[in-house]
């Protein structure tokens, strides 16, 4: 299970934070990390810590989104900065089980719009 929050509308050059905290350890995924779909397109993955801690994003967004994780709160989280009317889309935590197929979140409205 994966609890998400922190979507909602911003204005472009705005800044969210999205939080996912799964009900195992983050520390028990091979990735764990957040995609996006955006209306009539294919989800598309943004960013993700793997395995050791390597962090990899879709050049989409490098320089402009963050992912960090907080140990003690098991949560890991997407800072988005400088946003664009293009990253609207709705955002999905999703976490890859070693050897399981990837297990998603409800998903998240990420509204970019003035």
């Known amino acids: 299970q994966l609890v998400e929050s922190g979507g909602g509308l911003v204005q472009p050059g705005g800044s969210l934070r999205l939080s996912c905290t799964p009900s195992?350890?983050?520390?028990?995924?091979?990735?764990m990390g957040w995609a996006l779909q955006a209306p009539g397109k294919q989800r598309e993955l943004v960013a993700t810590?793997?395995?050791?801690?390597?962090?990899i994003y879709a050049d989409s967004v490098k320089g402009r989104f963050t992912l960090s994780r907080d140990i003690d709160k098991n949560t890991v989280y997407l800072q988005m900065k400088s946003l664009k009317p293009e990253d609207t889309a709705v955002y999905y935590c999703?976490?890859?089980?070693?050897?399981?197929?990837?297990?998603w979140g409800q998903g998240t409205q990420v509204t970019v719009s003035s």
């Open positions: 810590f793997e395995v050791g801690g390597m962090k």
């Open positions: 195992r350890s983050i520390f028990s995924f091979a990735a």
């Open positions: 999703y976490v890859q089980p070693y050897g399981e197929s990837n297990y």
